[in-house]
């Protein structure tokens, strides 16, 4: 059975921090690749981090590099993503993605076979 389940989100003030956690089913783990994506009310789904086919190398969107880390453990069959600096802009529904194919693009959310739930962050002003 394949489930991804993030739990972390909440209200925070400018910034201020987050980590959201993403626990994958072991059938996952193994065999896709995974990342964060994030929907604000009236906009796309976008890319927001990522690791390589590997695992070895993680990418982040421009808005979040530098704030954000996205990390995996491999004993928990969980990835995090760590939100530091957070700004009003970051306020969205947060989603973790799996996508199966090394041949799909990692930064577009049509690349992803299987998604979570979603956990809202919403940073006040």
């Known amino acids: 059975q394949v489930e991804l389940v993030e739990s972390g989100g909440g209200v925070v003030q400018t910034g201020g921090s987050l980590t959201l956690s993403c626990a994958a089913s072991g059938s996952i783990w193994n065999a896709y690749n995974m990342a964060w994506f994030r929907q604000a009310p009236g906009k796309e789904r976008e890319f927001v981090a990522g690791?390589?086919?590997?695992?070895?190398?993680?990418f982040y969107a421009d808005s979040v590099t530098g704030r954000f880390i996205i990390s995996r453990n491999a004993n928990s069959y969980e990835i995090n993503l760590r939100m530091d600096a957070l700004k009003p802009e970051d306020t969205a529904v947060y989603y973790c993605?799996?996508?199966?194919?090394?041949?799909?693009?990692?930064?577009?959310?049509?690349?992803?076979?299987?998604w979570g739930q979603g956990t809202q962050v919403t940073v006040s002003a």
């Open positions: 993605a799996a996508r199966a194919s090394s041949f799909t693009d990692y930064r577009q959310k049509d690349s992803y076979d299987y």
């Open positions: 690791f390589s086919w590997s695992g070895v190398d993680t």
